[in-house]
C-alpha cells in the first residue's frame, strides 16, 4: 500500500512541475530543410494537424522563428530533443 501512495505522490509532483504552462517551443527558421521535413516533423513530434503545421512552418519560414507549441517545460523538452535530433534549430522560452 506504501508503494502506491508514494507512486501518486510522485505523479502529483510531476504534474505540478509542469503545470505552468507558460514556456513555448520556438522552432527557428534555417536554409537546409524542405517544407515538407518540417511539416513532417511538426506533425510526428509536436502532434499538430496538417493544416497547422503548415501555418506553422509558414511563419517560420517568413517570420524567422515561430512559436509551435505551447506548455510545461517537462512536455516540452523531449519534443525539442526531437527536433534537434532531426537537425532543426529548436529553442523553449
Do not use: W
Not at 31 to 37: G, Q, R
Amino acid at each position: 500500500m506504501k508503494e502506491s501512495i508514494k507512486d501518486s505522490q510522485q505523479n502529483v509532483e510531476e504534474i505540478l512541475s509542469d503545470s505552468g504552462n507558460s514556456n513555448f517551443l520556438i522552432l527557428h527558421n534555417d536554409d537546409y530543410h524542405t517544407f515538407d521535413e518540417v511539416i513532417d516533423a511538426l506533425i510526428d513530434i509536436c502532434e499538430h494537424e496538417a493544416e497547422q503545421a503548415v501555418q506553422c512552418t509558414y511563419l517560420v519560414h517568413y517570420k524567422g522563428k515561430a512559436d509551435v507549441k505551447k506548455g510545461g517545460y517537462n512536455t516540452l523538452k523531449p519534443m525539442k530533443t526531437k527536433l534537434v535530433e532531426r537537425g532543426l534549430k529548436a529553442t523553449i522560452e
